[in-house]
Structures are given as structure tokens and as C-alpha cells.
């Protein structure tokens, strides 16, 4: 009983202490308008005042990081084989060069999004078109960042939207892959696909894929050309990124390297089978993986989402590659289901019939051996048979 008296009196006298403190809070609060700062018990202080300075263009180039809001779309973001088009975000990656520092672009789902972000000062700059207390190519800089204001006044050209939609054309239509071309077939007649048959057979066995069908989407890669390489950065035989090279452990110097590119190449489609184990018919599953090898496994996702959501089998490519299609609409990568935004479906709706054509192409063929032996083999087929001096 004693010692439930002794606690109680030590709340009571904790209780009197806070309240003598908050009185003399606010009798120094209100004392001739002065806020003085004052340290609680607890740590915080009472009477400091937030800091409300503008970071402005200084405050940014110190950072090394310019911060920019967008929408997905066409015109102003979208990824493309780990690049960020979209004449926006191309033109604001050529601001953030000419200040020296690097662009962080951040995509978000409305303009109410992009709004509310820039004045939480959680951005620089919405880089995306808006209609009013617009700078430049029809951004919004927070008002209270006057130098970077200034700054996008005097650097932008009426004619650098224009030049940037070209640029970007030119590296859709023109700037593809650099490859010399190759027949699809090495020899028909012999059965050999490719020089490089055995490495297909060699690495298409861990993933349980018919070798062909990899020989097939290498040439849709590369025409199977090791020095084969992309403006996006891609390279080798299989194309692979140089982000992807590194998640799988592939050194970059080793990128052209014939075998260690399909090593990894099979590597990334044993994750992309991983990924998509959910889809139970194997036949099914190579086509989205396929889908995700070139347009990305978060827009395939996209395209399924959308198909589920009208009452479509989302583990049919025949449903879901109509969605992968229309993902270039607005209707449909401005769906709240949808959330990785635009995407360029055309190209990965014919990537995946074109290996598929190919592959129906190729299956005739046995690929006992690949070009590679079948040569040396030839060899010693010609000297085994040659004739001897006393012959």
C-alpha cells in the first residue's frame, strides 16, 4: 500500500511540474510577441521556427541533382530499353548537362500529384506541359526558386522542343541496333543454323528451352553478330544492357564475348521464368518472357492486369498481347491499374511473332553439331580421305 502512495505522489508532483511548464510556455510566447526557444524535458524545442528558405538553383548545383515531376506518355516519358525518352524528359536531361548536374526524373499518376509535389518542395520542376504559370517549353518552377526560374528563361530556345522530337525519331527509326547483317541460316542444306549452335545447345539446356527457339531470338537480336550493339547501350549476341550485365554478373569488358553473353542470356531468362511460374503452360510461359526480354517484365505485368480486369485469361499471350499493343494509348497506360505507364507495344508485339516465326523456321533443323565443329569436323573428314604419296 506504501509503495502505491509513493508512486501516486510522484505523478501528482510530475503532473503539477508539466503544468507550471506549459504555463510558463505560454507566458513567455505571448510576452511582448517574442518566441523564445525553449528545450523540453523530452528533447524538442518550443518556439523554433521551420525553415522555410527556397532551395534554389545555387542550393541544386551544390546537390549535384536536378529533380523533375512528369506524367507518363509519349511526349514526355517513357522507358525504351533502359533509356528514358520522351521529348520532356530528353529536353530536361539537356538543361540539367548545361547546369552540371545529374536529373532524377520522377513519374506521377495526375497533375494534382505533380502540383502538390512541387510546392511540398519535394521537386524542382514539373517537366511536363501545363497551361498556366508556365516557364519555357510550358514548365512550372516553384515561384519561390527565382534563380532556376531565371535560368530556364534564358537557356531555353523556342526550337529545342522541335530539335529534341527529331533526336528522338532518329533514335527510334534509324539508331537501332548496329550489326552486320547475317543470313538467318549458316547452312541450311548442312543444318547449321548459326556458328554458334553449340553454345545454343550448350546453355538452352538449363533453362529447358529448344535451342533453336534461342538461336532464333538471337538473330532477332543481332543476326547473330558478337559486335552487335544498340544507341541504348546494348550489346553482344544477346543484347544485354549494361545495368542487366551487372545484375547478372557479366563484366562489361566480356559483353561481346560470344559465350559468356548467352551464359548470361540464359541466365536472365531462367529469372524471367522464375517470375512468370505462375503461368502454368510452358508454351504460354516463353512467350511473356520473351515480351519481357525486350519490353520489360513490369509492362507485361501491366498489359495482364488489364486483361484480368475485362474478364481476359491474363496467362494467354493471345489476350494479353492485345493489351501489350495498346499500351501506346492513353485509355490504357492512364488506367489506375496500370503502373508502369506508356509503353512502345508494337515493337514487342513483332519481336516476340517474329522469334516465333523463326523458330517454326528453324525446327526442321537436327543441330547435331554446331557451324564451329561442323568445320573442324569437315576438316577432318577431307584429310582422313586425302590421298597418300604411294597411294
Given amino acids: 500500500m506504501q509503495l502505491f502512495v509513493y508512486f501516486c505522489s510522484k505523478i501528482v508532483t510530475n503532473l503539477k511540474q508539466f503544468g507550471i511548464f506549459m504555463l510558463l510556455c505560454l507566458f513567455l510566447g505571448c510576452h511582448q510577441g517574442q518566441q523564445e526557444k525553449i528545450s523540453t524535458p523530452w528533447g524538442d524545442v518550443i518556439g523554433e521556427e521551420a525553415d522555410t528558405t527556397s532551395f534554389d538553383l545555387d542550393d541544386i548545383e551544390r546537390s549535384g541533382e536536378l529533380i523533375a515531376l512528369t506524367l507518363s506518355g509519349p511526349e514526355t516519358h517513357y522507358d525504351y530499353h533502359g533509356r528514358q525518352l520522351g521529348a520532356h524528359t530528353m529536353l530536361c536531361q539537356l538543361w540539367a548537362d548545361h547546369l552540371g548536374v545529374r536529373l532524377r526524373m520522377e513519374v506521377c499518376r495526375d497533375t494534382a500529384e505533380l502540383l502538390s509535389r512541387l510546392h511540398t518542395g519535394e521537386a524542382d520542376v514539373i517537366a511536363f506541359p501545363m497551361k498556366q504559370d508556365s516557364v519555357g517549353p510550358g514548365w512550372v518552377v516553384d515561384s519561390t526558386k527565382t534563380m532556376l526560374t531565371t535560368s530556364l528563361k534564358e537557356w531555353y530556345q523556342p526550337n529545342m522542343l522541335a530539335e529534341v522530337r527529331q533526336e528522338e525519331q532518329r533514335l527510334l527509326k534509324g539508331g537501332g541496333v548496329k550489326r552486320r547483317g547475317y543470313a538467318p541460316m549458316l547452312n541450311r542444306r548442312g543444318g547449321i543454323i548459326s556458328r554458334y549452335d553449340a553454345l545454343f545447345q550448350k546453355y538452352s539446356r538449363s533453362i529447358g528451352w529448344d535451342w533453336r527457339l534461342m538461336a532464333a531470338q538471337c538473330y532477332q537480336e543481332s543476326t547473330f553478330d558478337p559486335m552487335a550493339h544498340s544507341w541504348a547501350g546494348a550489346k553482344g549476341l544477346m543484347q544485354i544492357m549494361p545495368s542487366t550485365a551487372d545484375h547478372l554478373g557479366l563484366d562489361r569488358t566480356d559483353m561481346h564475348h560470344p559465350e559468356k ?56 499471350w493471345s489476350d494479353v498481347s492485345y493489351y501489350v499493343l495498346h499500351l501506346s494509348e492513353p485509355q490504357y497506360y492512364q488506367d489506375p491499374i496500370v503502373k508502369n505507364g506508356y509503353m512502345r507495344g508494337s515493337e514487342t508485339y513483332d519481336y516476340v511473332q517474329s522469334i516465333r516465326k523463326r523458330w517454326q523456321q528453324y525446327r526442321g533443323v537436327k543441330g547435331a553439331v554446331s557451324g564451329m565443329h561442323q568445320k573442324s569436323q569437315n576438316e577432318r573428314h577431307r584429310k582422313k580421305f586425302q590421298l597418300q604419296p604411294n597411294d
Fill in 261 to 316: 553473353n548467352i551464359a548470361a542470356a540464359a541466365r536472365y531468362i531462367k529469372e524471367l521464368e522464375n517470375s512468370f511460374s505462375d503461368i502454368g503452360n510452358r508454351h504460354e510461359r516463353q512467350d511473356f518472357i520473351l515480351a519481357a526480354y525486350n519490353g520489360g517484365y513490369h509492362h507485361i505485368r501491366d498489359a495482364m492486369a488489364l486483361a484480368q480486369r475485362d474478364g481476359k485469361n491474363p496467362y494467354r
